[in-house]
Every structure is written in structure tokens, then in C-alpha cells.
């Protein structure tokens, strides 16, 4: 901007004598410009002064927001990096994420407020990833009037920006477009999109948004099916949801839960019984991220009951995760674990080591001839497990002596089973 003011080709609506010429309502808007062009290098400058001299306020996101994420303290970050930006930086960076995390933490009004700010900033960018990045963070909640405009605007910017420039990024555009057609209503280009590139993403929004559209066009069991797909995909504890990725799915799943499952908070509640697996499977998510470790082995008891194949899904880890949250309800470890009976938790205990148990066997029985490629994710799985803290209930000397004489010989031997599958592995790798 800097060489604007001395650019000859600007000469014709920057220099006095030329302004002149033209009429009083162009030289009032071209002084305007340059007002702004003014504004904008001091505001560079004073960031650059403040930079100098205090360098973490080149990027907040690596002051102390960063850390304070790292370690879960998201209240705490968010106040911190709020009191960075209020030094208004430029770089778009510094702003990525904050809109996510006020959602995220239940801020509407201060995510309201990031909204204004983005568009504000970032309106005119013709970068692409800004651009798809801003509209996207403007549509986690519904728009309306000049921001909608405006974050539509954004995305079909970046959308129309060559695929071949970045093809890894350029799913991200389509399913940022997919959510624009989505929060204006064209529900039919919606799911076209979103069935498109823009699914070959590795995380589940694609799928979240799909069944909201599905939903809103009157298509309810696919979307039950769609969204309990999505549920499947994807790790929904709170202790993960540490970066704004993860935010983002949270916020889309809590939308598509509140609009696909009518019967969510009668199930919360206790007072009702999901009545199909899509339904059981769409509500893991929320019994995930709200720590109710017995909602949830009982979620997975039934949908095993009802489709075995679930179950033998190796690489999907659904009866791992179903054995993980049988265990934490076993030992007391859950938002509705602590009303459970003795006599109820040994049953869950039981249970997560018969699962583990058929894991156990089927990886083993994928050793028999397998590549080297089976025989490194059969040791990386088992020996994740011995140090999973999900299990450690059913593992850790400590938590052993807690349980009664023949539970505790059993768990032992689950884990000495274990080891000589781990060492199978070993030894097929060496003589390999």
C-alpha cells in the first residue's frame, strides 16, 4: 500500500491536480480511499512498534491462547486471546479459530460478535483459504441479511479458485459451499454437493451437514442413517475437542442432533428407548461428549445385538470403543456410572472383557497369513491397549486390588492373553 501512494497508474484518483478535474462526488470518494489506505498502514505500523516490542502479539494463537488449549483450559484461552485481538491484527491467523471456540464454549453473543469482526476485516480478501475460512466460520450458526450475503459471498469465492492449485484444500471449499446451499435453503444443491468432492474429507461435517439437508427435504431415516454414520466416524470425547477442527464438528453434531433426533432429550432424561440401530449409533456422540459411559455400552450391547457385523468391524474399533466405555461404567468412571449397583457395574466389567476378549481372537486370527501391513496394525492396537486409561480399570495393579479374587484372576489373564498375541507379532516381524 505503501507503493500505492506514489503508483503513476493511481496518479489519475490519488494526485490533487487530477482530482480537480473530476467531479465533486468522485474526489470526495477518492479522498475516502485514501483515508483508508491511511488508516490501514497505520494500523501496520503500530502493530509492527508493538510487535517490536512485545513479539508475542505477532500471532496471539502462539502467545498464551496456545497453551492454555493444550492443556483444556478453554474458558481461559478464549479470554486470552479476546484481549489479543482487541489489538486488531491484520493477519488473518491470528483471528482463525476464535469465532469456532466462542460457539464452542457456548459464547452466541461473543461469536456473534467475531462474525461482525471477520467479515469486517477479511470481506474484500481474494485469498482463497481466507476467504473459504471466513465464510465457513460465519455459517456455523445461521445468517441472515448482509452476512449471510457476505460469508456466501466468501465461499463461492474460494470455490471458484482453480482445483489444481492445492487439490487437498479444495474439498474444503466444496463442503464450505455445501454449507452455504445448506443455511439458504437449497436443500437439492446442498446434498448434490456435499455428495461430491466434497465427501472425500476425513472428518465428519460433510456427513453432519448432508443429514441436516437430508432432514430439512424430508428424507428422515436416511438422514438418521447419515448422521449415525457420521457419529461413527470420529472421536467425540470432550478431552479431544482441543483445536478448531474439532470445535466445528462438535457444533455441527449438536445441530444435526437437535434437528434429526427429536427424542434426544427424553433419551438423556432416561424416558426413552432408541428404537433402531441408526438411532442408537446417532446418539453415541453425545454420550461421548457428555461422559455417560453406561448410555453408551448400552447403546453399543444393543446395536451389536441387532447387527453383529458391527461388531467384527476390526479397523472401525467399534467393539473397542465399546469395551472402553463398558469398562469406565464398570469402575464407577461416568457421568451415569456412579448410580449403578455393584451387582450392575460387575456386569459391565464382565462384559468389556468378553469384548476385548472377541477383539483378542480376531486380530489373532488375522495373523494367520497376514501382510506385514496386519501384523503392524495388530501391534500398534494391543499395544495401545496396555496403555489406554480407558482400561486401566481392568489393567492397573492399583485398581485390580479393588475387585474380587476371581474378577482380578481374570483380568490378569485377559492381559497375559494379550501379551502372547503382542509377541505373535513381534516374532512374525523378525523372521519377516
Not at 82 to 105: K, S, V
Not at 261 to 268: I, K, M, S, T, V
Amino acid at each position: 500500500m505503501t507503493h500505492w501512494q506514489v503508483e503513476p497508474d493511481l496518479a489519475g484518483i490519488r494526485d490533487l491536480k487530477a482530482l480537480d478535474e473530476a467531479s465533486a462526488e468522485e474526489r470526495d470518494d477518492c479522498f475516502a480511499l485514501w483515508d483508508q489506505v491511511g488508516d490501514v498502514l497505520r494500523r501496520v505500523a503500530v502493530q509492527e512498534r508493538a510487535i517490536a516490542l512485545d513479539p508475542k502479539r505477532a500471532d496471539p494463537r502462539r502467545a498464551v491462547p496456545t497453551q492454555l488449549l493444550r492443556q483444556g483450559r478453554l474458558e481461559e484461552a478464549r479470554v486470552a486471546w479476546r484481549t489479543a485481538l482487541e489489538g486488531n491484527p491484520l493477519d488473518h491467523n491470528a483471528w482463525f479459530g476464535y469465532a469456532e471456540l466462542c460457539l464452542f464454549l457456548g459464547r452466541e453473543d461473543e461469536y456473534r460478535r467475531a462474525r461482525q469482526d471477520l467479515l469486517a476485516r477479511f470481506f474484500i480478501t481474494d485469498n482463497p483459504y481466507f476467504a473459504e475460512c471466513t465464510g465457513r466460520a460465519c455459517l456455523l450458526l445461521p445468517a441472515t441479511g448482509d452476512e449471510l450475503r457476505q460469508a456466501v459471498a466468501l465461499i463461492r469465492r474460494a470455490a471458484a479458485s482453480d482445483p489444481s492449485k492445492d487439490p487437498p484444500a479444495f474439498p474444503w471449499f466444496l463442503f464450505a459451499r455445501g454449507l452455504a446451499e445448506y443455511r439458504q435453503g437449497k436443500l437439492d444443491q446442498a446434498i448434490s454437493t456435499l455428495r461430491g468432492d466434497a465427501s472425500r474429507l476425513d472428518r465428519p461435517i460433510t456427513r453432519l451437514v448432508l443429514a441436516m439437508a437430508l432432514h430439512r427435504d424430508g428424507r428422515s431415516a436416511e438422514a438418521r442413517k447419515t448422521l449415525a454414520a457420521a457419529i461413527l466416524s470420529y472421536d467425540w470425547r470432550a478431552t479431544q475437542a482441543r483445536d478448531h477442527d474439532a470445535w466445528i464438528c462438535h457444533l455441527l453434531r449438536r445441530e444435526a442432533e437437535g434437528l434429526v433426533l427429536p427424542n434426544l432429550p427424553a433419551f438423556l432424561d432416561g424416558k426413552y428407548r432408541p428404537q433402531d440401530n441408526d438411532e442408537r449409533l446417532a446418539f453415541l456422540g453425545v454420550c461421548q461428549f457428555t461422559n455417560r459411559t453406561c448410555a453408551a455400552a448400552r447403546l453399543y450391547f444393543e446395536a451389536f445385538a441387532s447387527d453383529a457385523h458391527l461388531a467384527e468391524d476390526l479397523r472401525a474399533g467399534h467393539r473397542c470403543n465399546a469395551a472402553r466405555a463398558a469398562a469406565l461404567a464398570g469402575c464407577g468412571q461416568g457421568e451415569d456410572a456412579a448410580r449403578l449397583t455393584e451387582p450392575e457395574r460387575k456386569r459391565w466389567r464382565d462384559q468389556a472383557r468378553r469384548w476385548l476378549r472377541a477383539d483378542l481372537a480376531a486380530w489373532s486370527k488375522a495373523l494367520d497369513g497376514g501382510t506385514a501391513v496386519d501384523r503392524d496394525l495388530v501391534r500398534r492396537t494391543l499395544t495401545h491397549w496396555q496403555g489406554d486409561p480407558d482400561l486401566k480399570g481392568l489393567r492397573e495393579p492399583a485398581e485390580l486390588d479393588k475387585l474380587p479374587a476371581d474378577e482380578r484372576k481374570d483380568c490378569l489373564q485377559l492381559w497375559d492373553e494379550s501379551g502372547v498375541v503382542l509377541r505373535r507379532t513381534r516374532r512374525a516381524g523378525d523372521s519377516g
